[in-house]
Nanobody
């Protein structure tokens, strides 16, 4: 069973930056670190995919974050990152990492608040 633990959220001023981390670990030893995704859920809204990265490093982004967010991964550490630049109040919400695109394995979520 794989667990995902997120970190790095917090309060930031508009225009600021944050880097989120999501560390994967498997009970019972090693596992194949698959494609990973980051989702964003604004207050009262649905959870939306914002970035993905394949094991080989191919990335894709939602239009809302393209050019501002960068997803990356460290396969030796089974960790995926989301670097967020030029943050706006509209980026306020909870960010979740997920194992792949369809699994039920999610991180616990990390709150990002963009406010002056």
């Amino acid at each position: 069973q794989v667990q995902l633990v997120e970190s790095g959220g917090g309060l930031v001023r508009p225009g600021g930056s944050l880097r989120l981390s999501c560390a994967a670990s498997a009970s019972g030893g090693t596992f194949s670190f698959p494609a990973m995704t980051w989702y964003f859920q604004a207050p009262g809204k649905q959870r939306d995919l914002v970035a993905s990265i394949t094991p080989g490093g191919t990335t894709r982004y939602a239009d809302s974050v393209k050019g501002r967010f960068t997803i990356s991964r460290d396969n030796t550490a089974n960790t995926v990152y989301l670097k967020m630049n030029s943050l706006t109040p509209e980026d306020t919400g909870v960010y979740y990492c997920r194992l792949g695109f369809t699994s039920q394995t999610w991180g616990q979520g990390t709150q990002v608040t963009v406010s002056s």
